[in-house]
């Protein structure tokens, strides 16, 4: 099982980027899938994450701007940012908790790092 996340580029601050992740391989489930960030020389922090439910949890610093979905369907997820400020830079992550299968607990998965470059 792996997830692939896509979508990054550089944009100027104000604007607006998409990010995606598609879970990929055999699994019963995805159950909270979630966004998070790292910038040069600071520590991963969260952005948001979303339940399998779809209730959704943001960091302070992100509300009202970013807009996280999925689609239990598709097994995707994606994070809208609009308003992107210099501060958003960073490499963003996402993850998934993972059930392979319907008895088996759920295990977290990440994707690989896709930069986000907001210019002031």
């Known amino acids: 099982v792996q997830l692939q996340a896509s979508g990054g580029g550089l944009v100027q601050a104000g604007g607006s980027l998409s990010l995606s992740c598609a879970a990929s391989?055999?699994?019963?489930?995805?159950?909270?899938m979630g966004w998070y960030r790292q910038a040069p020389g600071k520590q991963r922090e969260l952005v948001a994450t979303?339940?399998?439910?779809?209730?959704?949890k943001y960091a302070d610093s992100v509300k009202g701007r970013f807009t996280i979905s999925r689609d239990n369907a598709k097994n995707t997820g994606s994070l809208q940012m609009n308003s992107l400020k210099a501060e958003d830079t960073a490499v963003y992550y996402c993850?998934?908790?993972?059930?392979?299968?319907?008895?088996?607990?759920?295990?977290?998965?990440w994707g690989q790092g896709t930069q986000v470059t907001v210019s002031s």
């Open positions: 993850n998934a908790a993972i059930q392979v299968g319907r008895f088996y607990p759920a295990r977290t998965l």
């Open positions: 391989g055999s699994f019963f489930q995805i159950n909270d």
């Open positions: 979303i339940t399998r439910a779809r209730i959704t």
